[in-house]
């Protein structure tokens, strides 16, 4: 059996004197979509910056593909989308998926084809993205996340400000991808994921996926 | 082109061209330099020996005064939206981004300088000697000096609440050697006659560069994480 990719070991998350994470032991292999649910500040964006290996944990450990060397080969193969958008005020759309792409050897003609395919092709591409909608931002995020054609996506609300027809086309792209997924939005995420997973007060708890999602249980949608 | 490389002169060529896409915020540095250079003309009796002595000394405050500001910026553009995010998630060695981010500075500051010096000539009523080389060389291994501890710096304070006047509790300090010599070596570079002594600034300058630029690119990994 392979290593997961990402496996942590007993983390813990402290903030000053606030501890955020508490004891937390998680793994997954290629090809599982995890799902992290949760209350407000329960820690699920800490938690996925510490899978990021964006954050530290205060202890415990991290391991990627099975020992602390695999980050280089973890960080080409990932692509993480944040609660900000990553992007350059300043830059034109293009701008931004070219400079990114580069970072990452990308050449230009599949950036501008990712334009394509979220939707800001022609003049909405040559705009700077300080003029763009919330809706319009989270659609070049979602392209400078895709652009490099990630085998592993971390994704913090990824539907937000997303149209009901674009949600539906992102979930096609990351269907086949290994995938952790932070969002509120269980109608949306909990049909995407293989494994789901309650965040509440610092630590994670398994929830079964036969059946319908929590949200449902609780009557809320 | 390896892809460290790569990723340094992407981040070169974005940062120039958003300076000067916006160009309110180089102008402004630049007119503030001027600006000092303009009050210190008039603030001393042209005949005086305090002012023939302290004409270097005018020069280097002008430069890094308006340095400072163009070195606040660094890192600003980068956590706006947290772009730092992006760039710290690229499976390449941390001290690249460093790299693309100081020559960016390094680029600015040496312009800077460019534009500050005619008006420093003009002022002082200098002329172009045969020590010119000399003079490009002080200006360029500060421009070096002041970048490299700059940028790092500016990362940094990035995360404080108060990042200018971090950025400028840090960095004065430090930098202060490579200010006395830059003075020192400016004055001899500026005198008409007389032997050029006190070579000795000059190699402290060259290994102030050599220090805390291979310090830079070492800690930039650590500075880049939380």
């Excluded at chain 1, 799902?35 to 500040?41: A, E, F, S, V």
């Excluded at chain 1, 290994?178 to 293989?194: E, I, K, R």
């Excluded at chain 2, 003079?135 to 990035?158: I, P």
């Excluded at chain 2, 490579?178 to 005198?191: D, M, S, Y």
Aim: glycine residues 6%.
């Amino acid at each position: 059996m392979q290593p997961p990719v990402v496996e942590l070991v007993q983390v813990d998350k402290i903030f000053g004197t606030q501890p955020v994470l508490r004891n937390i032991a998680l793994s997954f292999q290629q090809k599982e979509r995890l799902l992290l649910y949760g209350p407000n500040g329960a820690g699920k964006s800490t938690l996925l910056k510490i899978i990021a290996s964006l954050s530290s944990p205060t202890s415990g450990s991290v391991l990627f593909y099975g020992s602390r060397d695999g980050l280089a080969r973890y960080r080409s193969q990932m692509g993480y989308l944040g609660h900000s958008t990553s992007l350059y005020p300043d830059l034109t759309g293009e701008e931004n998926l070219i400079f990114f792409g580069r970072l990452r050897g990308v050449p230009g003609d599949r950036s501008r084809q990712w334009l394509e395919r979220v939707g800001l092709s022609g003049s909405a591409s040559q705009r700077r993205v300080r003029f763009y909608s919330a809706g319009m931002k989270q659609r070049l995020a979602v392209a400078r996340v895709m652009l490099h054609d990630p085998e592993i996506l971390l994704l913090d609300e990824p539907f937000n400000a997303l149209d009901a027809r674009f949600v539906k086309l992102f979930s096609q792209w990351i269907q086949e991808k290994t995938v952790v997924l932070v969002t509120h939005q269980l109608d949306l995420g909990w049909p995407l994921a293989s494994r789901a997973f309650e965040v509440r007060d610092g630590q994670i708890r398994e929830t079964p996926m036969a059946g319908s999602s929590p949200q449902h249980e609780l009557g809320l949608i | 082109m390896s892809s460290g490389l790569q990723a340094a002169i992407a981040i070169l060529k974005k940062d120039l061209l958003l300076e000067f896409r916006g160009k309110e915020g180089f102008l402004s540095n630049l007119f503030f330099g001027l600006m000092v250079l303009l009050l210190f003309t008039f603030a001393f009796d042209p005949s005086s020996e305090a002012l023939r002595q302290g004409k270097a000394a005018i020069f280097w405050i002008a430069v890094a005064f308006a340095s400072v500001l163009t070195l606040n910026r660094t890192f600003q553009r980068e956590s706006a939206d947290r772009a730092i995010d992006a760039l710290a998630l690229l499976p390449v060695d941390p001290a690249w981004i460093f790299l693309g981010k100081f020559l960016g500075n390094l680029a600015l500051i040496t312009l800077l300088m460019l534009l500050i010096f005619p008006l420093f000539m003009v002022f002082f009523n200098l002329t172009v000697t045969s020590r010119f080389w000399l003079l490009s060389a002080v200006c360029l291994l500060t421009a070096l000096g002041l970048s490299c501890v700059g940028t790092l710096f500016a990362a940094m304070a990035e995360s404080s609440r108060l990042r200018e006047v971090v950025l400028s509790i840090m960095m004065y300090p430090i930098t202060i050697p490579v200010l006395i010599a830059a003075v020192q070596l400016t004055q001899q570079a500026i005198k008409l006659t007389g032997e050029i002594e006190n070579w000795h600034w000059l190699t402290l300058l060259l290994i102030f560069d050599a220090i805390f630029l291979a310090a830079a690119l070492v800690i930039f990994d650590y500075v880049l994480g939380e």
